[in-house]
């Protein structure tokens, strides 16, 4: 029997372990990928690792590039502050078109590892002010990876699922509970510090808390 | 009057520098993006940056990322050696997904400087064996890309172009010559030299020496 593989984007924070989680628990064998972009949050990135080593993925791979080449956002432009406030419409945080330069180097890595899935941990409920985390923005990437790679030319390129797209973060938080995560090796906060402790402040943090609060569990997070 | 802006990918090959000579004559502003992803060819980013500057380009922004970090094509990974034969369906000097990552990178570029359109060289012609060089594909991607960034759910997302998609090697030689691009400063060489001198031997090469002679003129590339 072949082993089904998926590539999961792996970003260290806590909806992307508990969709590493979901991947392993659906009978995946896991690559997971993460990218240091020149985010001011680099402390995920250990927790990548960490998360990938610990669930057993098959490897771990880090991908390099400098977001900050083309800035535009407060997450890799130092120009730009981290707002502690809640705002309407699109947040300065958003990274221009970020998700699809993950999907995209996911899509390429997929092909490498001949990977049935992909998984990301996109979510519509809690970042609906990012167009990339919408339902049609997902349906419009399955349709062009599947004319983009050999493997989608020849019918079997790999199918993207998001399975946390339509949950709340407190329905995260118990999906992961239920799979055993340990969100203390997670790290959300846009602005945490070298070892890994949240600010308390940003909407990274605020929507953490209120998740862990909602979900009736105590906060595991180490804020400074 | 506000003028028109583009990103245009240049790569410092003949393609993509006729490309950049057809969107300013167009009347666009153009704003070139190039790659270091690892490849063999690193001459060929000496050579956008020269033809970018030569062009008039408002801004030449390079994006640095390690492609060989999941392998998988002649291009990026030092262990697959370049053909020198053609072949038989795609070509082993394919990259997983790479029109994929650069229109991605683009789209990012051009939210933030809010740019009308993305121009790329890619051809169906001659590159027919590659999925990501495919009219279903760029349409695919367009309508990717209108769901997927702030400016594209507002209405105002780039158009992407492919004028070269079409024309075959010796037909986009004499779009150029018309244009004025010079061809002695581009390089499309899989395996060049530091000083951008070509092999003469890899696929890219011997479709650019039969455009030129296709075309009717004298081939301006230097060979080692």
Redesign the interface.
Known sequence: MTEKKAVVLVSGGLDSATVLAIALARGYQCYSLSFDYGQRHRAELDAAERLSRASNATEH???????S????SALTDMDIDVPEQPSEG?PIT????????F???A???A??VMADAIFIGVNAVDYSGY??C?P??LS??Q????????A??EGRGPKIYAPLLHMTKAEIIQQGDHLGVDYAQTVSCYQANESGQACRKCDSCRLREQGFSLAGRADPTRYY
Not at 69 to 72: D, E, S
């Open positions: 791979r880090v991908i390099h590039f400098d977001m080449v083309i800035g535009g699109i958003y990274v221009p078109a970020r998700n699809t330069v999907l995209s180097f899509l390429g890595y092909e490498v167009p990339d919408r049609q923005y419009a990437y349709a062009m990876a599947d004319t983009a790679t050999k989608g030319v």
